[in-house]
């Protein structure tokens, strides 16, 4: 059995202990968060103790899953690595690139495992898209909420559109070429809504869209391809595929076939602990790795990077056009 503890009690912390508590191969031990009384709320519904330091916490257990604010991933995540003990780190894998980096090489140095909390990576979603998709031509993804103050401590970038991002990156083996993007801050003090378009060196483009300010949940993706055309809808569990492999023929289209399909929900979480404790015990391939974290925060950085100088070649076209109807003294 793993002897897990947890890093953080609020909203992804207390899911994280509930499934570290019913995962097969796993023991949670200990909860440590700053907020004792949160802590202690947590603790007792999961059936854990409740640590009063994160060196405590430490010592007592052979893995960590660090659940805590972004900018908390490095200093908690590198502590623990250090002292040798796995990690499960929740998304991003840390705060800047350069933290990354160095969390990654610390796994590496201490021979532990590293593993990073991209949930869909582990839905049925993905995998259905990924079996059908091998050479993506141009993709469109969009990830739009109703506004929630929870998670308004980032942007939507690292909020919402790394998940998109992430998967993206899986099916696209090529490097970033370029990236476009725009957004705005409406509801909090970082953006809101953003599109990215993201171009890689193998000719394939993404569009990716993301808002957490809708009336409505929507989350979809299309994807053209040498395979095919691929529909799915997340909402409704729905995927549509059009190809010459798959389905039933569709008469007069020349060999085309139609491909639809429904799946079923899936405990992505008890999928990612599940693996965490394969990974951590039989040595089992870490399936997202820190390779994985790092390249899905390069790219989310490069999105907020695009928007940062998109908003300023906009606020100086704004100045300027000001700037014309100025009186001359």
């Known amino acids: 059995m793993l002897k897990v503890g947890i890093v953080g009690a609020g909203h992804f912390g207390r899911f994280h202990a509930l499934k570290a508590r019913d995962c097969p191969r796993e023991t949670l031990v200990a909860l440590y968060d700053p907020d004792m009384e949160r802590a202690a709320v947590v603790a007792r519904e999961a059936g854990c103790s409740v640590a009063s330091s994160l060196q ?26 250090q002292a040798k003990r796995h990690v499960l780190v929740e998304k991003p894998i840390a705060a800047t690139l350069e933290e990354a980096k160095k969390l990654a090489a610390l796994a590496a140095e201490n021979g532990v495992v590293l593993q990073v909390g991209h949930l869909l990576r582990y839905s049925s979603e993905h995998r259905a898209i990924s079996e059908r998709i091998g050479k993506p031509l141009y993709i469109e993804a969009t990830r739009i909420a109703p506004f929630k103050p929870r998670g308004t401590d980032v942007s939507v970038i690292l909020d919402l559109m790394i998940h998109d991002l992430d998967l993206v990156l899986s099916l696209v083996d090529s490097p970033i070429d370029s990236i476009d993007a725009v957004g705005v801050a409406v509801s909090s003090e970082h953006e809101d809504i953003s599109n990215a378009r ?21 989350r979809r993706m299309r994807v ?24 039933l023929p569709l008469p007069g289209t020349g060999g085309f076939k139609r491909e639809a399909l429904r799946w079923k929900d899936c405990d992505c979480l008890a999928a990612e602990h599940d693996a965490f404790a394969a990974a951590c015990l039989d040595g089992a391939p870490i399936l997202v790795d820190a390779e994985a974290g790092i ?8 999105v907020k990077a695009s928007m940062d100088e998109t908003r300023a070649r906009m606020e100086a076209s704004g100045l300027i056009q000001l700037a014309e109807h100025l009186p001359v003294s």
């Open 295 to 302: 390249r899905a925060l390069d790219a989310a950085i490069r």
């Open 198 to 218: 993201v171009r890689f060196a193998n000719g394939c483009v993404a569009s990716i869209s993301a808002s957490r300010i809708s009336l409505k949940t929507e």
């Open 224 to 247: 053209f391809s040498e395979e095919g055309y691929l529909s799915a809808d997340f909402m409704q569990q729905e995927l549509t595929m059009i190809g010459r492999k798959r389905g």
């Open 56 to 81: 405590e916490l430490i010592a007592a257990v052979d893995a960590v899953i660090v659940a805590a604010p972004a900018e908390q991933h490095f200093p908690v995540g590198a502590a623990c690595l």
